[in-house]
């Protein structure tokens, strides 16, 4: 089973309005975090916002808010008043913390965002 | 602010030639991580170093070595360089901090097309 699932391979939004990237995640870890990158046309990786499993709040960066449902195992991407610079690939990606994991991340397959003026 | 400083960007290999792909971060990260990016698809972790002189197999080691004889350093070599290793490779690293939220910083990637 794949541990990161990323069920929309595109999405359109407009300028201005609000848009949900979705993402769910499979683990037994009870402890984990979940990040978001966005990887413009460019190529470069750029990191975005982080919620670990222990965190009461959801997490927030600017226009970026992360909607985490833990029961559900979703973690979903808010971009809110999107902007034509918000046009890329965004990725969503876990760490699992025990079993001497290291730090590594698993990555889902993306979702490529593009914003109509 | 160099960051994470991959080299080449771009490569251009024949079948069976070999190469080292670098990787240099001046941060001080203890974690080092390598990645593949396929086309239209997510990063697939190589290998992996949490420090000097210490490196594990990540989920795709085939056809690839690594080495990590200083902190800022993790070359990534090519032995018989192979179509299916066609791809976009990452190099990343992070603090040793544990549980935190610190995110891995990325490279600029080097592309690579093996024909």
């Known amino acids: 089973a794949q541990k990161i699932t990323q069920t929309q391979p595109g999405m359109f939004v407009q300028e201005k309005e609000a848009v949900t990237l979705d993402c769910t995640y499979d683990t037994s870890d009870p402890s984990y975090g979940l990040f978001w990158y966005k990887q413009p046309s460019s190529g470069e990786m750029i990191f975005l916002i982080y919620q670990g499993s222990y965190d009461q709040q959801n997490a927030t960066e600017g226009r970026y808010s992360l909607n985490f449902q833990k029961a559900r195992k979703s973690a979903n991407l808010v971009i809110s008043a999107s902007q034509l610079g918000d046009s890329a690939m965004y990725f969503c990606?876990?760490?699992?913390?025990?079993?001497?994991?290291?730090?590594?991340?698993?990555f889902g397959k993306g979702t490529l965002l593009t914003v109509n003026p | 602010n160099a960051g994470v400083t991959q080299t080449p960007k771009f490569r251009i290999l024949k079948i069976g030639q070999s190469m080292t792909l670098q990787c240099a971060q001046d941060m001080n990260h203890n974690y080092m991580y390598w990645y593949r990016q396929d086309p239209g698809m997510g990063l697939k972790l190589i290998y992996y170093s949490v420090g000097a002189g210490i490196t594990d197999k990540g989920e795709v080691p085939n056809g690839y070595n690594v080495s990590r004889s200083t902190t800022e350093d993790f070359p990534l070599r090519l032995e018989l360089a192979a179509p299916s290793q066609t791809s976009v490779y990452f190099c990343?690293?992070?603090?040793?901090?544990?549980?935190?939220?610190?995110?891995?910083?990325f490279g600029d990637g080097t592309r690579l097309s093996i024909l």
């Open positions: 990606a876990m760490r699992e913390d025990s079993g001497g994991s290291n730090y590594k991340l698993t």
């Open positions: 990343a690293s992070r603090r040793g901090t544990p549980f935190s939220n610190q995110p891995q910083h």
